[in-house]
């Protein structure tokens, strides 16, 4: 049997949303999987990403280890594997290539075991970062709310309004979600965090129904200012960004920052030459299996 599973990359936190809001961008990882007779081949195929030689090709390859956590928990046993990764999300960018890979590895389990994806897929998927923004959105496709409750995931899609339109700049800078995370205090003034309340539940609305509410819904107290040193020319864009009326933020943990518009482009003013500038799509469809 052989499978093809396409997984598109995601952005998180979308500014205020930290750990809950998720989009899944038109940008995808393609595996190829092939069941043996026996052992494990995996081969790497970098269009982009960046980083291959920091990706092993044995059992603690991403992809391979939550394609094997499926299907033990769907009680399923291939002989053998064959894995060929085509890698075009951005490694340690703030793109989740992370939980792309681990989306595409639980999507060929269950479909390896003959199973239709189902909740159970989420809880595998989110259980490897221990947040479901970035899985559930390469999961669902669209735009997603997700939250952690009694040790599970769960998530919402939504759709996107039809003329959002992002546009990501990528520096050549990588960044470590650990590292950026031990950023961030252990608490954080009252007043912020209801700021960040009332930002959130308003960028849910600007998302999906009034772009033109993407600047103020799009403005964050509780991460981004604490994660700034880490990435100082990523924070200096979001900020000439914003001062030119753009909707911008930090993509997930950076250092790639993310332009929520409605036109796919940038103000000529402001200077983006230490970044590639791409305008993506929104995926709306989330991950997909074709058997081969």
Request: aromatic fraction near 4%; include cysteine.
């Amino acid at each position: 049997m052989s499978l093809r599973v396409t997984v598109p990359a995601s952005t998180a936190n979308l500014g205020p949303g930290f750990d809950v809001l998720g989009l899944a961008l038109g940008l995808y990882d393609v595996v190829e999987v092939r069941v043996t007779d026996a052992g494990l081949k995996v081969e790497v195929l970098d269009a982009g990403a960046g980083g291959v030689a920091d990706v092993p090709t044995d059992e603690t390859h991403l992809v391979v280890r939550a394609l094997r956590r499926a299907c033990d928990h769907l009680g399923f046993s291939p002989p053998g594997l064959h894995l060929r990764c085509h890698n075009t999300i951005p490694h340690a960018r703030g793109l989740g290539s992370s939980a792309a890979a681990v989306v595409s590895g639980v999507a060929a389990g269950y479909a390896l075991a003959g199973r239709e994806l189902d909740d159970e897929a989420l809880q595998l998927a989110a259980g490897f970062e221990g947040h479901a923004d970035n899985a559930a959105a390469s999961l669902l496709g669209g735009l997603v709310i997700a939250w952690a409750d009694g040790g599970r995931f769960g998530a919402e899609r939504l759709d996107p309004h039809p003329d959002l339109r992002p546009v990501l700049c990528v520096p050549g800078q990588r960044s470590s979600t650990d590292a950026t995370r031990g950023l961030l205090p252990a608490q954080v003034p009252h007043a912020d965090a209801a700021f960040n309340a009332g930002r959130a539940a308003l960028a849910v609305r600007a998302l999906t129904a009034s772009p033109e509410l993407l600047l103020t819904a799009t403005e964050d107290r509780l991460h981004q200012s604490y994660r700034a040193p880490a990435y100082p020319a990523s924070a200096r864009l979001v900020a000439q960004l914003r001062e030119h009326g753009v909707a911008a933020a930090i993509s997930g943990a950076g250092p790639t920052v993310l332009a929520l518009t409605t036109t796919g482009m940038l103000p000529d003013v402001v200077d983006v030459t230490s970044f590639e500038v791409t305008a993506l799509p929104v995926d709306s469809a989330g991950v997909q299996v074709a058997v081969a």
